[in-house]
């Protein structure tokens, strides 16, 4: 069975994730809203659908740079 861990990259482009059994390349203008919660974050793509963000390992200056991209892109950021 293939682990459940997962990867995630953030740069200018967007938001990049890596499986064993795949990659999935989200770009900034695709991720509407994202809610912040104390332990993940979701990034929403349409009303229903949405990735989530497990922050537990995140570094603070990762979260920070989510937030600097997010306001960029004027993605509505919202504290659960």
Same mark, same amino acid.
């Given at each position: ?22 990659? %999935?390349?989200?770009?900034?203008? %695709?991720?509407?809203? *994202?809610?912040?919660?104390? %332990? ?10 949405? %990735? ?13 740079? *989510? ?14």
């Amino acid at each position: 069975m293939p682990s459940m861990r997962a990867y995630f990259d953030f740069n200018e482009d967007g938001v990049t994730s890596k499986t064993e059994i795949g990659t %999935s390349i989200i770009k900034w203008k %695709s991720i509407i809203k *994202i809610l912040k919660h104390d %332990s993940a974050w979701l990034f929403f793509y349409d009303k229903y659908t949405f %990735s989530t963000l497990p922050i537990k390992t995140i570094k603070h200056e990762t979260l920070e740079y *989510i937030e600097q991209m997010a306001n960029k892109n004027k993605i509505e950021i919202k504290k659960l």
